[in-house]
């Protein structure tokens, strides 16, 4: 990517973060860096985290990987613009009583289909580096290859149910209350003015979703309560807020938790299409079309919810709420018992990608031949992807 002399001039930056004073660098040939202003928003102990695992780091830092993915595949003009996932890896997959796959599609945008693909292999010889399988590397990149293919050639095609899909389902799951009172829990304080402006926002998302969903019982989006919210790795510097609103009937074991998200800028990123749509319309567009796992409420908020919401560039700060599903659960690489295990999920969120990504047959078969033709390159960068971002978390750790 193409940086211009005020760039190289920025070149140290000094940020302190978390109690420390952290030396940073713009992501350079042989180091793929955090952004300046993602440590910043961080929470200290996710801080502390990124600096002491490379999995958590790769997690945190898929901004400043996708732009080097874009500046390393720069020459490739023949590969298809798709859906795509935009931050696809293992930790990504997540499993309900009645759906799995590939979940949380923040960083969804339309661009080529490499973006992707070697995303998730990065993920892939990451995972094999922490759990001692680094052996079984070229294996598991072929199985995921393999349900990528599988999936651009039979959108049809229904793999198997991976095996920790089932044992994971086995453990004994929260009930409603616990659930509820789990996500309460995550809740962090808001003043009173905010606290207004969910009341309100959520009083004017109540008009706008029952005009399409007229099923709805009245006062189904009453808030009982709400705070900020601060879960997440990759959207740690993302502004989000849970909510508990009333549900179906008055009855508190009926209530529903819906995080409404502040959608994740992506201006600026070289080989991503420019959307034409906002970018909570963005996230939702993506979700619809390659997420297995579905939102009983899903659709753009309002912005109110944050009063006096500041500009972004030259936009709004824009919004998108999502019901939480209370079976839900997203794999750890602590979960997986056997490089079996990690071979299916693979293979499993290959054919996701592949079968969901391409829009059209025409798209499909030209993103398959440009697989195919690039098997090799793709598995050449995406090692030395990670041995970037292995550099650059070295760097971070050390200071």
């Not at 874009?70 to 309900?96: F, M, N, S, W």
């Not at 990759?234 to 508990?244: E, H």
């Not at 019901?323 to 997203?330: A, I």
Request: with cysteine.
């Amino acid at each position: 990517m193409h940086r211009g002399p005020e760039h190289h001039r920025l070149a140290c930056r000094v940020l302190l973060a978390a109690g420390f004073l952290v030396l940073l660098q713009p992501s350079v040939h042989g180091q793929i860096r955090p952004k300046a202003e993602a440590l910043a928003k961080a929470p200290p102990d996710l801080v502390t985290q990124v600096g002491r695992d490379p999995f958590t780091y790769f997690r945190f830092v898929n901004r400043p990987w996708i732009e080097r993915v874009c500046d390393r595949l720069a020459d490739v003009h023949d590969a298809p613009t798709v859906r795509l996932h935009g931050d696809p890896h293992i930790e990504q997959y997540a499993i309900t009583k009645d759906a799995w796959g590939l979940d949380d599609f923040d960083d969804s945008a339309r661009g080529p289909g490499f973006i992707d693909i070697i995303r998730f292999l990065g993920s892939i010889d990451l995972a094999t580096r922490q759990r001692h399988w680094t052996s079984d590397r070229e294996h598991l990149w072929n199985r995921f290859l393999d349900g990528y293919r599988q999936g651009l050639s039979d959108p049809d095609f229904q793999p198997p149910e991976p095996a920790i899909v089932r044992r994971l389902r086995a453990q004994a799951p929260l009930t409603r209350a616990a659930f509820l009172a789990w996500g309460e829990g995550q809740m962090q304080p808001m003043d009173a003015a905010t606290r207004k402006s969910v009341i309100d926002g959520m009083a004017a998302f109540d008009g706008f979703i029952r005009r399409g969903r007229p099923e709805l019982a009245p006062g189904f989006f009453t808030v009982v309560r709400a705070g900020w919210l601060q879960l997440g790795v990759g959207s740690a510097g993302t502004k989000k807020i849970l909510i508990r609103v009333q549900g179906p009937t008055s009855d508190p074991e009926d209530d529903v938790l819906l995080e409404a998200k502040e959608a994740v800028n992506l201006d600026g990123i070289a080989c991503l299409e420019r959307p034409t749509v906002a970018a909570a319309v963005r996230v939702i567009d993506g979700t619809r079309q390659l997420s297995r796992l579905k939102h009983d409420i899903l659709a753009v908020g309002p912005t109110m919810l944050i009063p006096g919401a500041a500009r972004r560039s030259e936009h709004w700060l824009e919004w998108w709420i999502s019901s939480w599903e209370p079976s839900y659960r997203e794999v750890r690489l602590s979960d997986l018992r056997s490089v079996k295990d990690l071979a299916e999920i693979a293979f499993d969120s290959g054919v996701q990608l592949g079968a969901k990504a391409p829009e059209d047959s025409s798209a499909r078969k030209q993103a398959l031949s440009c697989v195919v033709s690039l098997d090799g390159r793709l598995r050449k960068e995406a090692s030395a992807m990670v041995e970037e971002l292995l550099a650059g978390w070295r760097e971070f750790a050390r200071r």
